[in-house]
């Protein structure tokens, strides 16, 4: 058998990748094997051996794929560092680019998607979950440079809690990619996510009067005693 050309080897790779993206979106993680992807892919469980050590392996490497192009999207258009420090207006861009990407790009939309509702991290996919550790802290930490860098620069006041303030966003985004994951036509993912974003920005500009009072003693006690939500009255009616 001639010995594959590194195009082909590529393009085997690529399908396999392509095959397990098809199958996770479908079936789960857990439940797609790695035979299963071997018969979608059309290729031997040796070939995608050959690329990958196990399925999550394979894994990483469809998420790498996908979100490589946004983090790309984060970097300043003249990088000179290896890890620039992002001004406000290219750390807008950057999440509001994740936002149109998730919104517009079919493959960014499943991927995401996979990794938000469709993996368990345990079993072999365990040592993944460290990784999704990691990418946060990572992203936490360009926020707080991002956020450093403004108020040193005079952009942002001095005080503003730039850790607190790197949490934040990270919730605040993170949040609004889950919940349109979760049904994608509620909302314009990109008109709310850059406008939660600039708003976000916005607020942390201003030296404004808390619009709340801090938490009484009496409602610290009460914590933790009540339900999290209220329950509709439907739901209050007794059963027949």
């Known amino acids: 058998m001639a010995r594959k050309t590194k195009q082909e080897a590529q393009e085997t790779r690529s399908g396999i990748i392509d095959a397990a993206e098809r199958l996770f979106h479908a079936k789960g993680v857990a439940s797609t094997s790695l035979q299963q992807i071997a018969e979608e892919a059309q290729v031997t469980r040796g070939a995608i051996y050959w690329h990958f050590k196990d399925k999550a392996e394979l894994f990483e490497a469809m ?6 192009p946004l983090e790309e999207g984060m970097q300043p258009i ?31 939309r499943r991927v995401f998607e996979i990794a938000m509702t469709k993996v368990e991290y345990t079993g072999e996919m365990q040592g993944l979950h460290l990784r999704k550790l990691d990418a946060h802290r990572d992203w936490r930490a360009q926020n707080r440079a991002a956020f ?5 620069e005079g952009v942002l006041p001095k005080g ?5 303030a790197a949490i934040a966003l990270v919730a605040l985004v993170d949040g609004l990619l889950h919940q349109w994951i979760l049904e994608p036509g509620a909302f314009d993912l990109v008109a709310v996510g850059q406008a939660s974003v600039e708003g976000f920005l916005t607020s942390l500009s201003q030296k404004a009067t808390p619009l709340l009072p801090p938490l009484t003693a009496d409602e610290k006690a009460r914590l933790g005693q009540q339900g999290f939500c209220r329950r509709s009255a439907a739901q209050q009616l007794p059963s027949n």
């Open 63 to 68: 998420m790498d794929r996908a979100t490589m």
């Open 78 to 108: 003249e990088a000179t560092e290896p890890e620039p420090v992002l001004s406000l207006a290219e750390l807008r861009f950057g999440l509001v680019n994740v936002f149109h990407s998730a919104q517009h790009n079919e493959r960014t």
């Open 148 to 152: 450093d860098l403004a108020v040193t």
């Open 160 to 164: 503003t809690n730039a850790e607190m």
